[in-house]
């Protein structure tokens, strides 16, 4: 059953990195935190295991959605080499923070980041400025970087942030989206290798694991989500702007609510 879990786990995932360009991480964390402490796995570790098995999912994830996008002209790849070193050193620096953190401390502190996101996506106004000068090159590394390092403690592919950054830099949604896809893919790389040396030394992570990446877990989500984010990619260059903004809150505002809940010790 535990491997049932798992593919219905990569489904949604691997829609909501197609559809939103999330990476699918807001989706596989809470899912993964859930089916772990569901099978009595230590919670000195289940936070910490669900994060390093997400970023190494959303390798995989991030390589279906990003080349579904950019064969609609959605990545902007200009912009991807610019935030790419800083992303990578922001996951490598993520990884190392969040081995000190505590488990349900760090439940909290995703959940939190998440709602604010979702907040701003659904209440605050963020008119499209198409044709707006992008940024520095300097700006865009330090975004990268900034978002490297947020998106490695929480287990995300970025999506949640680079989305944000990159509408207010002047790229139409569906053009965010896609180049978030793209950058979610050195976040997962350089996250997902962090998390599993920081998490080689740990003594009560279960068999099947190499540091904090469940290796069962990371196959069957990564086949699955990585059929499900062409169908997410294609949904995105189909639906509204606005419904795309408006979807994409709601599924933060339920991720992040269930994992803050979690990590105060409501659930």
Known sequence: MLYVWFVIAGAFAGVSAGLFGIGGGMIIVPALVWIFTAYDFSPEVVTHLAIGTSLATIVVTSISSLTAHNKRGGVRWEVWRKMALGLVIGSLVGAGVAD?????????IIGMGALLVAFKMLFLSNKEQ???????AGIQFGAGTGIGMASSIFGIGGGSLTVPFLNWA???????????????????????????WFGQDVVNLPEGTIGFVHITGFLCISA??????KVGAK???VLPALTLKR???VLLLFAGGQLLLSGIGVL
Do not use: E, N, W, Y
């Not at 198409?130 to 520095?136: D, N």
């Not at 989206?177 to 793209?182: D, F, K, L, P, W």
């Open 235 to 237: 949904l995105a260059h």
């Open 100 to 108: 000190m953190i505590d488990g349900k401390a760090l439940q909290a």
């Open 170 to 196: 002047g790229l139409p949604m569906k053009q965010s989206v896609g180049t978030s896809a793209a950058c979610g893919l050195p976040i997962a790389l350089a996250g997902a290798a962090g998390f599993a």
């Open 247 to 249: 979807a994409f809150g």
């Open 224 to 229: 699955v989500s990585f059929a499900t984010a």
């Open 130 to 136: 198409l044709g707006k000068p992008l940024p520095s």
